[in-house]
């Protein structure tokens, strides 16, 4: 199993729609959470951090559940320059590199 | 703008040459990555750095080798490049552990061996 997993994508939606991203982790001591963008051959770059109790950053909403080890990315409103690879990226965040990034899931969004 | 800078951008080289890929920054971190990413496929790591004379290998093997001489730079060799080395090498650096820091990414090398 992965450390890291999120859903096969790739996503397509119109203009305008709600997309949500679901992403587990594996490793329960995991200490930070991030979710990055990717855009086709390009360096990723973050997109925002997760925390406990849940945040938000305009149209983007990022949910984490320790329990469940689960984080959620939710896009409202979506707009054609949101076309990327979206990146769950877990730390285990002591001393070492531990920076875990899934797979990935693609997303589209189509006029 | 994360102040990390891969050198070269695109490198297209023969079979059999030495090649070293730059990767410095200036933003005093302590550790450093290095990423390497097939077309459409997932990040792999390859190797890592916890500070000046620290070097580990990463998930993916590699035939390539780093050094860690100084904190802002942290390059990659490929002492006898082959075409399956051929892919992007991303280059990333972080802060400490206690400030919650993300990973900055370089704008990466992307490698093709003939």
């Known amino acids: 199993r992965k450390e890291v997993e999120q859903d096969p994508g790739p996503f397509n939606v119109p203009e305008g729609a709600t997309v949500a991203f679901n992403c587990t982790y594996s490793n329960s001591a995991s200490q930070s959470f991030f979710w990055y963008r990717q855009d086709c051959r390009k360096e990723p770059k973050l997109l925002m951090s997760v925390y406990s109790s849940g945040n938000e950053d305009g149209r983007f909403t990022a949910q984490l559940n320790r329990a469940s080890q689960y984080i959620s990315l939710l896009i409202r409103d979506s707009k054609l320059s949101d076309s990327a690879t979206y990146l769950c990226v877990v730390n285990l965040d002591n001393y070492g590199q531990n920076f875990v990034f899934g797979p990935g899931t693609r997303l589209s969004v189509l006029p | 703008e994360a102040d990390i800078y891969q050198t070269p951008r695109y490198l297209v080289i023969g079979t059999g040459k030495k090649i070293t890929l730059e990767c410095s920054q200036t933003m005093g971190h302590d550790k450093m990555y290095w990423y390497q990413q097939d077309p459409g496929m997932e990040l792999h790591l390859i190797h890592y750095?916890?500070?000046?004379?620290?070097?580990e290998k990463g998930d993916l093997s590699s035939e390539s080798t780093v050094s860690r001489i100084r904190t802002e730079h942290f390059p990659l060799t490929l002492e006898s490049a082959r075409p399956s080395h051929t892919s992007q090498y991303l280059c990333a650096s972080s802060g400490p552990s206690w400030t919650n820091t993300e990973a900055f990414f370089g704008q990466g090398t992307r490698l093709t061996v003939v």
């Open positions: 750095s916890y500070g000046v004379n620290s070097t």
